[in-house]
Structures are given as structure tokens and as C-alpha cells.
């Protein structure tokens, strides 16, 4: 149980353009969902955090205009980047938490390039 | 500051050799701990996870412990076999603050199982 699939598990896009990454809770309702990117030998760094129904919050550093955030479900969550950069070019990785357990179920993660 | 430390930040063992990894963390408020292997291009999957009055968790080959009077987390793996190669990452979690646990991720060990 307590899976979390993302798509696409990879995608290259071009400068300029917007690319739309989504994270699904397969078995479980994820009232928080957490997106994160890594660099390549890098740890997950956090970028939002958002709640089910409202706003994300950011953490410091990230562009909120830029990375927008939905979680319009308790099952699914968005990302896109918009005018996305070479320099964005990352690993996306989200995770939902299991409501009332503080446990974070991680997906597999999205490759983004950025040509 | 809030950090969580990993050592060594590689190491080669040759298949059927054990081997233990190092964590120290400066994290406050503590809740738990845990301890995530991620193979390369995936997301990371749960190991151990050890609350403050937990010393030590097993899951399979993997063993965890924990001092939280020292701050120190340690993961031995016993009878180590090559799909163990992956990064291991140590995770404290800090909170709970503002209705969920914010992860602390530790930058890694690279660990690479030899025949």
C-alpha cells in the first residue's frame, strides 16, 4: 500500500515552454503533498509544500510564479514550470503524506530536460 | 542550523561484506528518523523509520540504530548483494510545525556492491 506515481517519468521540453508534472496517490488519501528536486549527486531539496484545497507554500528561494503548485484532490497534485530554463533541468520528486501519520510516500520521480 | 550529516559520502564493498553508514543531525524539534535507499533515476523508498525512544529497527538485512542523547544514526548492512548498490540517505524529521513533519535530508552515501 501507500503508493505514489508520477508523470511523466520523463520529459524534455523546449526553452521557453511549460511542462505540467502530476503526482497521484494510488491507495491513499494525501492531504499533504510535498514536491522536491534534485540535482544529480545531490540530495532532495523541498521546494512547496501544499495542502489539499489551498494555497502552497514555498520555500525560500523557490519562485512560486514560476513553479506553480495545485492539489485540487486528495489524490493528485500538479507542478508546472512555467517558461521553463536549461537551468531547470532536474529531478521532480513528490510525495504525499499518509493523513494522521506523518509517513511521506515518495513517487519515482520526473526527469526534466530542458533543451 | 538544522543539518543532518552523512559518512562516508562513498563507499565500494565487494558482494557478501558488510558494511555501516554514518548519520549525525543537529535537528530541532526532533520526531523521527529514517533512513531511505534511492537507486539512481528513482525516488526514494523507506528503510527504518525510529522515533526518540527507539535504539534500534531491523528491516531484512538492514539495520538501523539511533542515539539520540549523542544525535547519531548509524544503517548496517549485512551480507551485502549488488542490488544494494544505490544512495543511501538519512531523513530526520522536524516537527511537527504547522500540521505536518518537515524531512531533513542528509546528502547521502553512495554505496557500490562489487563481484
Known amino acids: 500500500g501507500a503508493v505514489v506515481s508520477q508523470h511523466p517519468s520523463w520529459v524534455i521540453c523546449k526553452s521557453g515552454t511549460s511542462v505540467k508534472i502530476e503526482c497521484r496517490s494510488l491507495?491513499?488519501?494525501?492531504?499533504?503533498m510535498f514536491w522536491y528536486r534534485q540535482f544529480p549527486k545531490q540530495s532532495l531539496m523541498l521546494m512547496a509544500t501544499?495542502?489539499?484545497?489551498?494555497?502552497?507554500?514555498?520555500e525560500q528561494g523557490v519562485e512560486k510564479d514560476k513553479f506553480l503548485i495545485n492539489h485540487a484532490s486528495l489524490t493528485l497534485s500538479t507542478l508546472t514550470v512555467t517558461s521553463a530554463h536549461p537551468e531547470d533541468s532536474s529531478f521532480y520528486i513528490c510525495?504525499?503524506?499518509?493523513?494522521?501519520?506523518?509517513?511521506?510516500?515518495f513517487g519515482p520521480g520526473t526527469r526534466l530536460t530542458v533543451t | 542550523k538544522n543539518q543532518v550529516e552523512q559518512s562516508p559520502q562513498s563507499l565500494i564493498i565487494l558482494e557478501g561484506k558488510n558494511c555501516t553508514l554514518q548519520?549525525?543531525?543537529?535537528?530541532?524539534?526532533?520526531?523521527?528518523l529514517r533512513w531511505y535507499k534511492q537507486d539512481t533515476g528513482r525516488g526514494p523508498v523507506s528503510l527504518t523509520i525510529m522515533t526518540f525512544s527507539e535504539n534500534t529497527k531491523s528491516n531484512g538485512r538492514y539495520t538501523a540504530t539511533l542515539d539520540a542523547d549523542t544525535k547519531q544514526s548509524s544503517l548496517h548492512i549485512t551480507a551485502s548483494q549488488l542490488s544494494d548498490s544505490a544512495s543511501y540517505i538519512c531523513v530526520v524529521s522536524q516537527g511537527p510545525a504547522g500540521g505536518y513533519n518537515k524531512l531533513i535530508f542528509g546528502a547521502g552515501t553512495r554505496l557500490a556492491v562489487h563481484p
Open positions: 501544499s495542502n489539499e484545497g489551498s494555497k502552497a507554500t514555498y
Open positions: 510525495s504525499g503524506e499518509l493523513a494522521g501519520s506523518y509517513e511521506q510516500y
Open positions: 548519520c549525525n543531525y543537529t535537528v530541532s524539534p526532533f520526531s523521527n
Open positions: 491507495d491513499f488519501q494525501a492531504t499533504t
